[in-house]
């Protein structure tokens, strides 16, 4: 089932003069107090929402008609979030944000393993999520889109990198592993820049989550791990052999390509 909370804004055509585009943010969850609590708190804050009760319908609506950014709980009849992203990760890189169980984990690693761009435990804060929403639209969006006009101050998009057999060009969103294209999540992107601005140099967890999550927003130190240990495995299956990406136990990481 989906439904959407009635918005007081209807958001404007596109067209000269016209209002910028609101953002959608899809919320897929079967308790119906959650949906309306995280909706009404979104939509208070400029979004407009589409509410979505179990995965196989959010699944086709996703593909079919993609909104800005996707809220998945995990635990869901029919399809949990987990299925959902798998197959969603198949076809699209919407930015998505994992609800998962505060005590559980495995669920943590294992959606980050399935390509989703943050999690959040529950009970959560809507403040923190909004926070969330917000760095990863800021981060996803090109230049000029209003996602990036939100961002205070707006900043310009470094230029291409080139490391080795790495190229990376951010404002295409783009990865190549000696010319072969390697797809990263928005996350994913940001930590492997940090890490090859400055080749060789270790990069501490908290460095990399400043460069991945810039908005002050808490995440724990296992997350970064975990999208480390996501990012090699995505690289070896371009090349079997590639350790560009160190580990330096109690320091951080580091890149290195030859």
């Known amino acids: 089932m989906s439904e959407t909370i009635p918005d007081p804004a209807t958001p404007a055509a596109d067209g000269p003069g016209a209002a910028p585009r609101k953002l959608q943010i899809a919320l897929v969850d079967d308790d119906r107090n959650i949906l309306t609590t995280v909706a009404i708190a979104l939509q208070a804050e400029g979004f ?18 993609p909104p800005d950014l996707a809220v998945f709980d995990i635990k869901m009849p029919k399809m949990d979030g987990m299925e959902l992203l798998r197959r969603l990760r ?7 944000i994992f609800l998962t169980s505060k005590d559980d984990e495995s669920d943590e690693e ?43 101050p707006e900043e310009p998009l470094p230029a291409s990198l080139s490391r080795g057999r790495l190229f990376m060009d951010p404002a ?32 501490s967890r908290n460095q990399l989550m400043d460069a991945a999550y810039p908005d002050d927003v808490f995440v724990d130190d296992r997350t970064v791990d975990s999208h480390i240990k996501r990012m ?7 090349d079997p052999s590639f350790e560009a990406i160190e580990t330096l136990y109690g320091a951080g990481y580091s890149f290195n390509d030859g």
């Open 48 to 65: 407009v929402t589409r509410l979505y009760t179990d995965g196989e319908t959010a699944l086709k609506a996703l593909l079919d008609n």
């Open 90 to 96: 198949a076809h699209s890189r919407l930015p998505v």
């Open 110 to 152: 294992a959606g980050l393993e399935q390509g989703a761009d943050d999690y959040i435990a529950k009970p959560f804060s809507l403040r923190l999520l909004i926070a969330r929403i917000r760095a990863i639209l800021r981060r996803a969006e090109p230049p000029g889109s209003p996602a990036r006009a939100a961002a205070t």
């Open 172 to 203: 295409r969103h783009l990865v190549t592993w000696a010319g072969q294209p390697v797809s990263l999540t928005v996350t994913e992107f940001l930590i492997l820049e940090a890490l090859a601005l400055r080749p060789g140099v270790i990069k």
């Open 232 to 238: 090699r495995r995505k690289f070896k299956q371009v």
